[in-house]
């Protein structure tokens, strides 16, 4: 057998768990090989320092606990309702949907009250301007004089 081989069974066959044939074959190697002898001494020293430890004796009703909590865990993994599969598939774009519209909605009330706001804006600016110059497109020029050109070109009627 390699080295690598019986390193990888040295712990087995420290515990008594290799086969008779395994045995033999790991105790031949042993004799020849320096190196696995210091791998099975080493761990033949941590073998003995765990015997050094003390055992605790766990709680009688540990085994029972912990499988009561597992299975406590099992079940509430398990617990599925059945309209939870079809809700989750149906909830996702009916919400993203909803999500649209709304925002469509909003998108419109909101550019229709910025419109509103600057055409007030512009016919109060429109109506300052006229009273700031002193023009009046209610008084009644002939036409074709100076005023009314003025006016019309004040007003935007004579494009």
């Known amino acids: 057998m390699k080295c ?7 712990s087995a066959f420290l515990d008594g ?3 008779e044939e395994e045995k033999q074959h790991i105790l031949e190697h042993l004799k020849t090989c320096p190196d696995c002898q210091r791998e099975l001494e080493a761990l033949h020293q941590l073998s003995d320092s765990f015997d050094s430890f003390e055992e605790i004796e766990p709680s009688p009703y540990f085994m029972i606990h912990l499988k009561q909590r597992i299975a406590k865990r099992e079940a509430r993994s398990l617990i599925r309702l059945p309209f939870m599969g079809w809700t989750r598939r149906v909830a996702v774009p009916v919400g993203a949907t909803a ?12 550019g229709n009250a910025i419109y509103q706001a600057k055409a007030e804006s512009e016919s109060r600016l429109n109506t ?3 009273e700031l110059l002193c023009v009046n ?3 009644d020029f ?10 019309d070109l004040l007003t935007g009627e004579g494009e």
């Not at 999500?99 to 909101?110: D, E, H, T």
């Open 137 to 139: 497109s209610s008084n």
């Open 128 to 130: 300052e301007f006229t």
């Open 142 to 151: 002939s036409s074709g004089s100076l005023s009314n050109v003025y006016d």
């Open 17 to 19: 768990e290799v086969s």
């Open 4 to 10: 690598s081989r019986i390193r990888r069974r040295l």
């Open 99 to 110: 999500l649209v519209i709304f925002s469509l909605f909003l998108g419109g009330r909101l």
